[in-house]
């Protein structure tokens, strides 16, 4: 790879919450960035930085080394990369393009036969650690594609997360963060469930997690948003509709694969009650309310 | 607390897997054990090493400063405690009685109403870190009963684990045990779909298990169970059926409570399954084995 050219200058499109820190790390490493976002205004901290505007993804994409998306939904990623402004239709296409989007596992491996023509390598490299590990550049990030493209992009990787590992072909990564999806739904419905017995059987929830979270009861969930939840803290670190978005994503493919995944199932149908009591802009924690109306249905 | 008298005798009851773990600590520690254990093959390594034999939980509590017992079943706890040949019938009863078991919470309130008139103080101190934190003396003890009673315990505690909280009254450590069991169900489910998921995918499981453990997916379950499932290692670190009992437990009391736990039911119904497939003495963690095969009569 010693004879690849290094990557300087790069498309970012997307900046969320988890998209605007990690170009804002980027720019701190000392790459040019080409920048395209729906709302303009949430691209402006990065635009002040020293980051250049683009009109649409083929426009970021252009004449750069390699152009990286973190965007919504999947038919949002079809568009950046795919759609009649897309980074396919780049004048100068870059060497390297990388989806960091959690999305499908199989539109990752359309990407990246649809982007191989031009010259594009593909990678699909979506992220665990959200908000916090976006911020402290300490992402766990789940790749998949082929070798040599997964290397070229490894600076790039390095520059935001910790734990960065090559899962297999395109598609890998994304079937990689589905499992992290599925293990976060199901923990998050024993978190709940959990701090209800705790309180209905009048114990002091915080002491509770003091108990259980050092042992073999221990999760990033119950040490992290159990104590927002004894605090009612339903502010978003991961949208609640985002994760509805990523768990449909796991049952399909487990569907596909001929599986029946009775935790997952659980875990989806109670975040769509979530959605349905309209608290899809809340973060995940916000399943505590779901549960506790279905106690609450139980008993009346 | 200071006017009472130290406690250097020990009667101790029960020396199963964490039992005879926990009890060779207390010897270390330089107290005097007087032990009673169903089946006495198993105290003989704790008898050469200086415990005395008793024929009985109250000949093990005569004239002891504290008594303790780690048995299995709800049964064995009210026959230990308050049985024909129990630790209330002792001659000189024990200033202070310790049930160790996971058990019923409602039982823990019996045992102390029924001690307190012989002037034995009643603590329930069920533990989590399974067989590893007890050889380690690296538990979690979930406390419940009076200040005084419990202020008397720590030393013994303190030799045993490393995080000791008191949670209430009596029986509030048996609730906290059932806050910690229903968050081990839950992710548990999480972990085997996962792995299923995982392998069905054609991913490199434990590649997939260092992209997940690290961060918002992260659980004891999956960094220490989910390598032994990866390799059909399905020895028991804790034993099924012992799970069983602790979910029933739960199940009861959140029904008592008027509580309806969708997750908690769901971890029961599974590890149900799990002992119908024969799998009784195995580890927790042949979860797997009942979840492979729902998947597969899904298929067929």
């Known amino acids: ?3 690849e050219k290094q990557i300087r200058t790069i498309g970012w499109i997307g900046t969320g919450v988890m998209g605007a820190s990690m ?3 980027l720019l701190d490493a000392g790459y040019s960035l080409r920048l395209y976002t729906r709302t303009r205004a949430r691209a402006e ?3 002040e930085r020293g980051a250049t505007w683009a009109e649409s993804p083929a426009e970021a994409a252009d004449g750069t080394d390699a152009t990286i998306a973190i965007v919504g939904y999947p038919s949002d990623v079809r568009e950046t990369f795919l759609g009649d402004r897309g980074v396919l239709r780049a004048g100068r296409p870059p060497e390297l393009a990388i989806d960091m989007t959690t999305s499908e596992p199989s539109l990752a491996v359309e990407i990246a036969a ?3 023509p031009r010259g594009i390598g593909s990678i699909d490299a979506p992220v665990s650690g959200g908000d916090i590990g976006a911020r402290n550049a300490a992402l ?3 790749v998949g594609g082929a070798a040599g493209d997964v290397e070229r992009a490894m600076p790039i990787l390095r ?3 910790t734990t960065i590992r090559h899962q297999g072909g395109p598609g890998a990564g994304q079937h990689t963060k589905m499992v992290n999806q599925i293990l976060i739904a199901t923990t998050m419905i024993g978190v ?3 701090l209800i017995y705790a309180q209905r059987a009048r114990l002091d929830p915080l002491k509770v997690i003091e108990s259980v979270s050092t042992g073999a009861a221990g999760s990033w969930s119950i040490s992290n948003l ?4 004894v605090a009612r803290d339903f502010e978003p670190g991961f949208y609640v509709e985002h994760f509805i978005k990523d768990l449909g994503i796991a049952l399909e493919e487990a569907g596909r694969m001929g599986l029946d995944l009775p935790g997952l199932q659980l875990g989806y149908s109670l975040y769509e009650a979530v959605r349905e009591a309209g608290h899809d802009r809340k973060g995940t924690q916000a399943l505590l309310l779901a549960l506790e109306e279905l106690t609450l249905a139980e008993r009346s």
Chains 1, 2 share one sequence.
Do not use: F, N, V
């Open 192 to 194: 709940c469930e959990g």
């Open 140 to 142: 766990s990030i789940m």
């Open 23 to 25: 170009a804002a790390h």
């Open 114 to 116: 649809a982007l191989k």
């Open 226 to 229: 159990g104590p927002r939840m």
């Open 159 to 161: 520059t935001l997360g």
């Open 1 to 3: 790879m010693t004879s």
């Open 45 to 47: 901290p990065l635009l």
